[in-house]
């Protein structure tokens, strides 16, 4: 059953009963909010200013955007030098590109520096579509979870992507920030709570945990339903921050349920699954499935024709577990 | 009317011996690290610590500080014996510079020793970050000017192009560039390696003010800095021409000094030398 504490949409099994709306939309909403809050926020664009959403942004607080036309390595630089000062830049580009491009600049300006820059990677995952691989970016968790003092966040629907932009503003810590470009349901409400680093159980079971993050968390609440009707139940649980993981949620989880699936739409080296793996290897090891992309490139498609394509649906999910729980 | 009364001109003289000494102790002390560059370099880093800089070595988080951007931090050598010499910490500190536990790191890193700006080492990142303090701080209306020195090889790095088109957009004259025109870089010379020139006309056709100098002469980078700060309407560049092991004639003008730490002997030879400029100095200002 879902979890009430986590105050979920109504309806939720009914895709056409939810709003659509796209991550980055609620990046858009919350990088506004920020503004308003803490005049220090500022907003950096590197050419993608409208479909990264950072343009009401731009056009409510003009002196507080800058430009930096297409060059995500100066992106970088220079929203170090703005936190160094003392502000707290967003920077948006699509994840292909930043943190794509501008790694190294990340990994020294930011990251050794341990100033507060916000990197919102936009278009990641498979489901950006028709531009195909070299615009889907699948490897971002990685390069960003591996660097000391980076904070990383993959909200699952708009609603929350909101909320953890307001929450990166205030962090005062190097975060990176995941969105998608595609339209997903949203299923969490303002009154599901959001704290960084704090997972959230959004349906309980006791023969599998499905640790994910990111929209295709609602195709793990949908297999869940689906797989319940079986005889299997599954806890699902939200892990929107990826670094620092919640390991204690996801130990209490897998010490009932003893399997766990991971989910992402994103390599599985290196990803939250990988995440997952070194927690539970260490302090409490069970079998686990990788849902997600295993080692190649993505292609054009529809989003929903990729994710299936990918194993990555709710169907792939419910193969996963059923896979998963013959190896208890 | 000269910049620099010939008191204060034979003070930095006298000063920048003393750092090219402690340049060569800390390295024979670290026994790695660069020799040719921050020799190359302790001219001009005697007088932004010791006459132009706006700072206060028992305050260095002071707000209205200027702020120092060292973006080739592998010269950073020069930048620690001129902190050491202001007051910023002890001088006999030099000599733990590489070692571990050291706030000294071989590249210098911000969250190590107050004082530092930046965290740097791999080059052509130091400009974007010294135009986002000087962004925020117009901004801010904030009074304090930002200085970035950079290597002359470090313009092949793509990252600073994007940033001097940058500062150009922005006309960030609350910034000055400088840059340690040395001519070596670690496989040879700069304009074998990948041709550099002409940094004035691209500087200028980027919306800069360039200006040249000679990175030996006091007078003449004290007065060259002193034009950046008055131009309002654009960013300045000051392209000095230094020879890399400045004051050591066994290493000037040889790249191999590049990334070569003196040994025992040498070192002994060279802080002779330095010795014997130090009393031309007080020869030469009687």
């Known amino acids: 059953m879902f979890n009430p504490a986590a105050k979920l949409a109504t309806n939720l099994s009914d895709k056409s009963k939810l709003e659509s709306k796209a991550t980055r939309d609620g990046y858009g909403l919350g990088l506004i909010k920020a503004g308003e809050q803490d005049e220090r926020v500022m907003a950096l664009s590197a050419d993608l200013t409208e479909s990264t959403r950072a343009l009401a942004f731009a056009e409510k607080f003009p002196e507080r955007f800058i430009q930096v036309g297409i060059a995500e390595q100066n992106l970088v630089t220079i929203a170090s030098g703005l936190a160094n000062y003392g502000k707290i830049p967003f920077i948006s580009s699509y994840a292909a590109f930043s943190p794509g491009r501008n790694y190294e600049q990340i990994r020294t300006t930011v990251c050794i520096n341990n100033v507060p820059v916000k990197i919102a990677g936009h278009h990641a995952g498979i489901s950006v579509g028709p531009d195909g691989a070299t615009h889907q970016m699948l490897e971002d968790i990685a390069l960003m979870r591996a660097l000391p003092n980076m904070v990383v966040i993959v909200p699952c629907d708009a609603v929350e992507a909101e909320k953890a932009t307001l929450a990166a503003a205030g962090n005062n810590v190097p975060t990176y920030l995941r969105f998608s470009r595609e339209k997903s349901p949203v299923f969490t409400t303002a009154e599901t709570p959001f704290e960084i680093g704090r997972a959230l159980v959004l349906r309980r079971g006791k023969d599998v945990s499905l640790v994910g993050c990111g929209p295709l968390l609602y195709e793990a609440l949908l297999a869940a339903e689906e797989l319940s009707k079986a005889g299997i139940e599954c806890e699902v649980i939200n892990s929107h921050t990826v670094k620092p993981l919640d390991k204690n949620a996801i130990i209490e989880s897998v010490k009932k349920t003893k399997a766990v699936v991971s989910i992402e739409e994103h390599q599985i080296a290196g990803g939250l699954g990988s995440a997952i793996a070194e927690c539970l290897a260490e302090n409490y090891p069970v079998p686990q499935e990788f849902v997600g992309m295993k080692d190649r490139f993505g292609e054009s498609g529809t989003a929903a024709e990729l994710i299936e394509k990918f194993g990555l649906n709710s169907n792939g999910i419910k193969t996963a577990v059923k896979k998963v729980i013959t190896r208890k | ?286």
């Open chain 2, 1 to 286: 009317m000269p910049h620099l009364h010939d008191d204060k001109l034979k003070e930095l003289e006298l000063k920048a011996v003393q750092i090219r000494e402690s340049i060569i102790e800390m390295l024979l002390a670290a026994g790695s690290g660069h020799t040719a560059g921050p020799l190359g370099m302790a001219d001009i880093f005697t007088a932004l610590y010791f006459h132009i800089l706006k700072h206060d070595p028992a305050n260095p988080d002071w707000a209205e500080r200027d702020r120092l951007i060292l973006s080739n931090g592998h010269i950073v050598p020069v930048r620690y014996a001129a902190m050491a010499h202001a007051g910023y910490f002890p001088v006999d500190e030099l000599k733990t510079l590489r070692k571990l536990g050291s706030r000294l790191q071989g590249h210098p890193e911000r969250e190590r020793l107050p004082g530092l700006e930046t965290t740097s080492g791999p080059l052509g990142s130091g400009l974007g970050q010294a135009a986002g303090i000087a962004y925020a701080a117009r901004l801010d209306q904030a009074k304090f000017h930002t200085f970035c020195v950079m290597s002359d090889g470090e313009h092949e790095e793509g990252n600073l192009w994007e940033s001097i088109m940058f500062v150009g957009k922005y006309q960030l004259s609350n910034l000055t560039a400088i840059i340690d025109r040395n001519n070596i870089q670690i496989d040879g010379m700069t304009e074998k390696v990948m041709p550099l020139e002409s940094l004035h006309r691209k500087y200028g056709a980027f919306n800069w003010h360039v200006m040249e100098v000679d990175g030996h002469n006091m007078q003449e980078f004290c007065e060259a800095v002193d034009e950046a700060k008055a131009i309002y309407e654009r960013p300045t560049v000051i392209i000095a021409h230094t020879i890399p092991g400045k004051g050591i004639p066994e290493i000037e003008f040889d790249y191999k000094w590049h990334g070569m730490p003196p040994n025992q002997e040498q070192a002994k030879k060279f802080l002779h030398e330095l010795r014997t400029l130090q009393g031309k100095i007080e020869s030469e200002h009687q």
